[in-house]
């Protein structure tokens, strides 16, 4: 669905939408899509000279990544409201230049529009923890042998080596 700036003028449009696996390109290989996405709300003009598009609603999808910690399948329900605010890159907005605080949290759009996949796509990745893991407790893969300590306790020992002194070592010897 694309939001036309010219029909934004005349009145906000709603939507209400169920986007199945697959359709948005999240650009992570390792984040899935498990079911349907399914958002519902509006797309209104905020301020008619500068094209500024407020997209306001509720989203709800099931995401699946691999841990983090020990790569094992991890799922991260997504569930919320959101709000999010786009501005014209035509319009000098969007360049590279020094932003205040509130531009910090605006998106920016190039041409004569807003497309909602890419609107639901950039709230699924904000809506993510930047650590990824399958629980708080997971205790990752062994940097020994390689084996998920989750499922198998090993008794590997990993040596801590502090190369720093290693210099002065030498001059013992």
Known sequence: MFFHV??????????DVEVAPGVID??????????A??????????????G???VSGRLAVLMEADC?????????PIDSDFTLYYRPVDEGYGDEKEIDAGEAEMGFYDGEGLELNEVLREFVLLSLPMQRICSKDCKGICPEC????????????AESVDDRWAALKQLNS
């Open 37 to 50: 996405l399914k958002a519902e709300g509006k797309a209104e003009l905020v301020t008619g000279p500068l």
């Open 146 to 157: 390689g084996q998920n300590r989750n499922q198998i306790e090993c008794h590997c020992q």
């Open 6 to 15: 010219r029909d934004l003028e005349v009145r906000a449009r709603q939507f």
């Open 68 to 76: 983090d910690r020990c790569l094992e399948p991890a799922r991260f």
């Open 26 to 35: 999240y650009q992570d290989a390792k984040l899935r899509q498990i079911g």
């Open 52 to 54: 500024e598009i407020r």
